[in-house]
């Protein structure tokens, strides 16, 4: 139908939509999802990104079930847990790292306030899993095993679950009711548990359950020595020891002046609970430098706070009745201390040795195809099993950084592969998507917001009582602190590819649907991807 | 520990936010925004100007409830848009010369006048704009531009400034900074590029004429354009508003910078972006990340010659001092601890 036209005018009036301006293109967006730096830190690998992004729209209970699809131990990991994640936080390049744990630890609590649990196996396999030990590692591996079905029993030789969050961390860092809560959740998904109960032959123990497979947990729990000539009357005790006792009825008896041998975070640990139970004067004594301490700085920092010393580039060479002789060292060219000759004595009541701990071994004698190298029990790293089939072992016992996270990831992992293996099958290796580097993100966006500290108990109840010294973070904080988070390489949906297209070219899906692009006008400028905040958008060239 | 809730994941520059209130979203977050300028229209990739424009029509559009009458001058902008016999525009647009849109706007506010007088009514709702480049307004236009801001006709004259004519070729107009390469100021003799101390102001020209509202912005800054076109929909009289749209082609610039190099525009001071009303500067926009002027020229070949081994440092140190003159006469630093 053609409209009756003015002078001189032969076409009628059409829409530019007929011109697809997309045929421009060399280049085309592409919406890319990108692992958060925070997440490929994660050794229990967790989706810290996923679970930020419900607790920044205050859906803490979304949060918290994004959550433990990875890890069920939120409340524990954001009082234990050493955070790498927030040394790999891209927004401590902007201001300060996102207070990961502390969010962690407020959705851990509010669940355990609320009352919130774990969704029920969707169904059962019939299959039977041993785990061994519920320590971290075992725990966790029960958890997962569980969720997917399969039966699960743990034997643990203590008295109750934990081990070494129960028997290694002090109370002032854990407090127990919060331990035994979230292992309660755990048992309440169906998994059974034996304690006082020692295992000595896993494949004796294994036929008596009936377990199709097993996952060996049992933690490093001999205190290693040093050779220090002392005499009787020297009062010499080892950190595994001191910290198991403070479980007991009769905390142990240390002194007034305490000097504790080592310096990883157990040395620190054990130094500063000798202050708590009365001891004026609590000394590490350590080889090296600060610079060279294994132990974590901030609880260095917090032990220094709390009156507790240290001699550094020291070695303890005797031990007579209440005095020690220290020799003085130097670090040579490489790192390494050596001894200068020089000596001094020092006063002490008792002596802690904190020298590492050794794996008991004992339960696995005999198994064929087993490898122990290194002082522990050596594993596929892919799926953490054994040189036997079926039978699978993590955390302290086998290779690897030695602390609750790590523990709790191999325990996971260990998990998958067993449910992979009953089922006759391997689990493909997942490719690592690429690392949301800083570099990809455009940081304009963000507006400023120093971290949240959360509050610390005082100093003068620090030194004298048990009681927990890292408070907690409100509802309040904890939702600033959870908006903190930049959403590395993951679209949050702030819509700003579909506001900067000079052609229109960004189709809006609607609330968590995210975006699509449309091709018959994108002209590829890319513009949507260098406005992208958090570097969420690749343009790739197109092909032909 | 009190600490007020603020939406700092995004929130304050981003377009929208799946957690801002509707009523703080912008227009362009929406759905449902016009799309004034659709999509098909022929500016070239990573256009700032095609950009801009959608941005404050789209955003007069919503301010006036869809009630918007669009003149337009000769230029990119309608070049790009209206290829015989297609159309990109989705409201009554008019095009008749390159010097004129400010007196067809002025024409069609007082038609829509008198027939809101014969039809018994005070004024009428249906508003006027009038649109144009830097080429268009601040040279061609100007005498009617002048008129307009004069008579203080019932219009909000919008001008793209994209620092010179991009659609003949890129010859210099009199919003061409100095030191810029273009077809008519090329990079030869002492002083390379557009000539230092000549040009002019319009803005400043325009807040001289003490009409109602006057205001800079880029498209760099959404929030703070949509707020000024909004506020501006919200008066009557003449009105004024300079949008810097950064010209991929003509500043030989890539494609993907255009918002980076509004944005740098800002920072460096050298854009200043202020409002005015009645004759008197009401309000600036502060520089966030303050950055050196380098930053911003490196990313232009128009500025090419500034660089190299045998570069023009000394004119890079006139252009900072022309950003540092900025600065200081709108007062574009932060305050000390400010955010």
């Given at each position: 139908?053609?409209?009756?036209?003015?002078?001189?005018?032969?076409?009628?009036?059409?829409?530019?939509?007929?011109?697809?301006?997309?045929?421009?293109?060399?280049?085309?967006?592409?919406?890319?999802?990108?692992?958060?730096?925070?997440?490929?830190?994660?050794?229990?690998?967790?989706?810290?990104?996923?679970?930020?992004?419900?607790?920044?729209?205050?859906?803490?209970?979304?949060?918290?079930?994004?959550?433990?699809?990875?890890?069920?131990?939120?409340?524990?990991?954001?009082?234990?847990?050493?955070?790498?994640?927030?040394?790999?936080?891209?927004?401590?390049?902007?201001?300060?790292?996102?207070?990961?744990?502390?969010?962690?630890?407020?959705?851990?609590?509010?669940?355990?306030?609320?009352?919130?649990?774990?969704?029920?196996?969707?169904?059962?396999?019939?299959?039977?899993?041993?785990?061994?030990?519920?320590?971290?590692?075992?725990?966790?591996?029960?958890?997962?095993?569980?969720?997917?079905?399969?039966?699960?029993?743990?034997?643990?030789?203590?008295?109750?679950?934990?081990?070494?969050?129960?028997?290694?961390?002090?109370?002032?860092?854990?407090?127990?009711?919060?331990?035994?809560?979230?292992?309660?959740?755990?048992?309440?998904?169906?998994?059974?548990?034996?304690?006082?109960?020692?295992?000595?032959?896993?494949?004796?123990?294994?036929?008596?359950?009936?377990?199709?497979?097993?996952?060996?947990?049992?933690?490093?729990?001999?205190?290693?020595?040093?050779?220090?000539?002392?005499?009787?009357?020297?009062?010499?005790?080892?950190?595994?020891?001191?910290?198991?006792?403070?479980?007991?009825?009769?905390?142990?008896?240390?002194?007034?002046?305490?000097?504790?041998?080592?310096?990883?975070?157990?040395?620190?640990?054990?130094?500063?609970?000798?202050?708590?139970?009365?001891?004026?004067?609590?000394?590490?004594?350590?080889?090296?430098?600060?610079?060279?301490?294994?132990?974590?700085?901030?609880?260095?920092?917090?032990?220094?706070?709390?009156?507790?010393?240290?001699?550094?580039?020291?070695?303890?060479?005797?031990?007579?009745?209440?005095?020690?002789?220290?020799?003085?060292?130097?670090?040579?060219?490489?790192?390494?201390?050596?001894?200068?000759?020089?000596?001094?004595?020092?006063?002490?009541?008792?002596?802690?040795?904190?020298?590492?701990?050794?794996?008991?071994?004992?339960?696995?004698?005999?198994?064929?195809?087993?490898?122990?190298?290194?002082?522990?029990?050596?594993?596929?790293?892919?799926?953490?099993?054994?040189?036997?089939?079926?039978?699978?072992?993590?955390?302290?016992?086998?290779?690897?950084?030695?602390?609750?996270?790590?523990?709790?990831?191999?325990?996971?992992?260990?998990?998958?592969?067993?449910?992979?293996?009953?089922?006759?099958?391997?689990?493909?290796?997942?490719?690592?998507?690429?690392?949301?580097?800083?570099?990809?993100?455009?940081?304009?966006?963000?507006?400023?917001?120093?971290?949240?500290?959360?509050?610390?108990?005082?100093?003068?109840?620090?030194?004298?009582?048990?009681?927990?010294?890292?408070?907690?973070?409100?509802?309040?904080?904890?939702?600033?602190?959870?908006?903190?988070?930049?959403?590395?390489?993951?679209?949050?949906?702030?819509?700003?590819?579909?506001?900067?297209?000079?052609?229109?070219?960004?189709?809006?899906?609607?609330?968590?649907?995210?975006?699509?692009?449309?091709?018959?006008?994108?002209?590829?400028?890319?513009?949507?991807?260098?406005?992208?905040?958090?570097?969420?958008?690749?343009?790739?060239l197109e092909e032909g | 520990m009190t600490q007020p809730i603020k939406f700092y994941q995004t929130g304050t520059f981003t377009v929208g936010n799946r957690l801002l209130p509707e009523d703080l979203r912008t227009v362009q977050s929406s759905e449902a925004r016009d799309n004034s300028l659709n999509s098909g229209h022929r500016a070239c990739q990573g256009c700032g100007e095609a950009l801009g424009a959608r941005y404050v029509v789209d955003a007069a559009m919503r301010a006036t409830g869809g009630q918007l009458i669009a003149a337009n001058a000769t230029g990119c902008l309608e070049v790009f848009s209206t290829p015989y016999p297609e159309t990109s525009w989705q409201l009554p647009w008019l095009h008749s010369l390159f010097g004129n849109a400010?007196?067809?706007?002025?024409?069609?506010?007082?038609?829509?006048?008198?027939?809101?007088?014969?039809?018994?009514?005070?004024?009428?709702?249906?508003?006027?704009?009038?649109?144009?480049?830097?080429?268009?307004?601040?040279?061609?236009?100007?005498?009617?531009?002048?008129?307009?801001?004069?008579?203080?006709?019932?219009?909000?004259?919008?001008?793209?400034?994209?620092?010179?004519?991009?659609?003949?070729?890129?010859?210099?107009?009199?919003?061409?900074?100095?030191?810029?390469?273009?077809?008519?100021?090329?990079?030869?003799?002492?002083?390379?590029?557009?000539?230092?101390?000549?040009?002019?102001?319009?803005?400043?020209?325009?807040?001289?004429?003490?009409?109602?509202?006057?205001?800079?912005?880029?498209?760099?800054?959404?929030?703070?354009?949509?707020?000024?076109?909004?506020?501006?929909?919200?008066?009557?009289?003449?009105?004024?508003?300079?949008?810097?749209?950064?010209?991929?082609?003509?500043?030989?610039?890539?494609?993907?910078?255009t918002i980076r190099l509004a944005r740098l525009a800002r920072e460096t001071g050298l854009f200043p972006v202020f409002e005015a009303e009645n004759g008197e500067i009401t309000a600036v926009t502060k520089i966030r990340r303050p950055v050196p002027v380098d930053d911003y020229l490196r990313l232009q070949k128009r500025f090419a010659h500034l660089f190299g081994p045998k570069g023009h440092p000394e004119t890079i140190a006139r252009i900072q001092a022309m950003a540092d003159k900025n600065i200081k006469r709108f007062g574009l630093m932060a305050e000390e601890g400010a955010a």
């Amino acid at each position: 139908m053609t409209m009756k036209k003015p002078f001189a005018i032969t076409l009628d009036p059409g829409s530019s939509l007929a011109n697809k301006t997309g045929a421009w293109r060399t280049e085309r967006p592409v919406y890319v999802d990108r692992l958060p730096p925070c997440n490929a830190e994660c050794p229990a690998g967790e989706d810290i990104q996923g679970w930020l992004y419900h607790a920044e729209g205050g859906d803490y209970q979304a949060a918290w079930h994004h959550l433990v699809r990875e890890n069920p131990f939120p409340a524990i990991m954001g009082r234990v847990c050493y955070h790498t994640c927030e040394g790999a936080c891209n927004r401590g390049q902007l201001d300060a790292a996102v207070g990961i744990n502390s969010v962690e630890r407020f959705l851990g609590d509010e669940a355990l306030k609320q009352g919130w649990q774990f969704d029920a196996p969707e169904l059962e396999t019939g299959k039977h899993v041993l785990v061994v030990g519920a320590g971290p590692s075992g725990l966790s591996a029960a958890y997962h095993l569980r969720r997917i079905g399969h039966r699960v029993t743990v034997i643990e030789a203590g008295e109750a679950p934990g081990g070494m969050m129960r028997f290694g961390i002090p109370k002032y860092r854990l407090p127990r009711d919060v331990l035994d809560a979230e292992v309660a959740r755990i048992a309440a998904l169906g998994v059974t548990f034996s304690y006082g109960e020692k295992v000595a032959d896993i494949r004796a123990s294994m036929a008596e359950v009936g377990a199709d497979a097993a996952y060996l947990a049992i933690g490093a729990h001999i205190a290693k020595r040093a050779f220090i000539p002392a005499k009787d009357s020297a009062h010499i005790l080892d950190a595994v020891a001191v910290l198991r006792s403070m479980e007991g009825e009769a905390p142990p008896m240390l002194g007034r002046r305490v000097v504790v041998y080592g310096g990883g975070n157990t040395a620190i640990d054990v130094a500063r609970t000798a202050r708590r139970l009365g001891a004026t004067e609590a000394i590490i004594v350590y080889r090296r430098t600060r610079e060279r301490m294994p132990a974590h700085d901030f609880e260095l920092e917090e032990a220094l706070e709390e009156g507790v010393k240290v001699k550094w580039l020291s070695t303890i060479t005797g031990a007579e009745g209440g005095t020690l002789t220290i020799e003085k060292m130097v670090l040579d060219g490489e790192g390494r201390p050596q001894p200068t000759g020089e000596f001094e004595t020092l006063d002490t009541d008792s002596l802690v040795l904190a020298l590492g701990q050794d794996v008991d071994m004992s339960l696995l004698s005999g198994v064929p195809g087993l490898v122990a190298e290194d002082g522990v029990v050596q594993v596929d790293a892919a799926t953490q099993m054994t040189g036997y089939p079926g039978l699978f072992a993590g955390g302290d016992m086998a290779p690897g950084t030695r602390n609750v996270t790590v523990a709790i990831g191999h325990g996971k992992r260990a998990a998958r592969n067993i449910d992979a293996w009953l089922r006759g099958e391997v689990l493909a290796p997942k490719v690592p998507k690429p690392v949301a580097a800083f570099d990809a993100l455009n940081p304009w966006y963000y507006s400023d917001a120093p971290k949240t500290l959360r509050p610390q108990l005082d100093i003068a109840r620090r030194t004298s009582s048990f009681d927990e010294v890292q408070g907690g973070l409100t509802e309040a904080t904890a939702l600033f602190e959870a908006r903190r988070c930049l959403s590395c390489g993951n679209c949050f949906e702030c819509d700003n590819c579909y506001g900067v297209c000079p052609d229109n070219a960004v189709i809006k899906l609607g609330p968590g649907l995210r975006f699509e692009i449309n091709l018959d006008y994108c002209k590829g400028c890319g513009i949507c991807a260098s406005e992208c905040p958090c570097g969420a958008i690749e343009m790739v060239l197109e092909e032909g | 520990m009190t600490q007020p809730i603020k939406f700092y994941q995004t929130g304050t520059f981003t377009v929208g936010n799946r957690l801002l209130p509707e009523d703080l979203r912008t227009v362009q977050s929406s759905e449902a925004r016009d799309n004034s300028l659709n999509s098909g229209h022929r500016a070239c990739q990573g256009c700032g100007e095609a950009l801009g424009a959608r941005y404050v029509v789209d955003a007069a559009m919503r301010a006036t409830g869809g009630q918007l009458i669009a003149a337009n001058a000769t230029g990119c902008l309608e070049v790009f848009s209206t290829p015989y016999p297609e159309t990109s525009w989705q409201l009554p647009w008019l095009h008749s010369l390159f010097g004129n849109a400010a007196a067809v706007g002025s024409g069609i506010a007082a038609a829509l006048k008198v027939k809101a007088q014969k039809a018994g009514q005070a004024q009428s709702t249906i508003r006027v704009i009038a649109q144009g480049g830097d080429g268009g307004t601040t040279d061609i236009g100007f005498g009617c531009l002048s008129g307009m801001f004069e008579r203080n006709d019932d219009v909000l004259y919008i001008c793209y400034d994209n620092e010179g004519y991009m659609n003949t070729g890129v010859q210099r107009s009199s919003a061409t900074p100095p030191a810029a390469r273009t077809a008519t100021t090329q990079p030869l003799g002492p002083e390379p590029g557009a000539e230092f101390g000549k040009g002019k102001n319009v803005p400043l020209i325009a807040v001289a004429h003490e009409i109602p509202y006057v205001a800079t912005a880029t498209v760099a800054d959404l929030h703070d354009l949509e707020a000024k076109v909004e506020k501006a929909m919200s008066m009557h009289g003449a009105r004024y508003l300079q949008v810097f749209v950064p010209c991929p082609l003509g500043w030989g610039a890539a494609s993907c910078d255009t918002i980076r190099l509004a944005r740098l525009a800002r920072e460096t001071g050298l854009f200043p972006v202020f409002e005015a009303e009645n004759g008197e500067i009401t309000a600036v926009t502060k520089i966030r990340r303050p950055v050196p002027v380098d930053d911003y020229l490196r990313l232009q070949k128009r500025f090419a010659h500034l660089f190299g081994p045998k570069g023009h440092p000394e004119t890079i140190a006139r252009i900072q001092a022309m950003a540092d003159k900025n600065i200081k006469r709108f007062g574009l630093m932060a305050e000390e601890g400010a955010a």
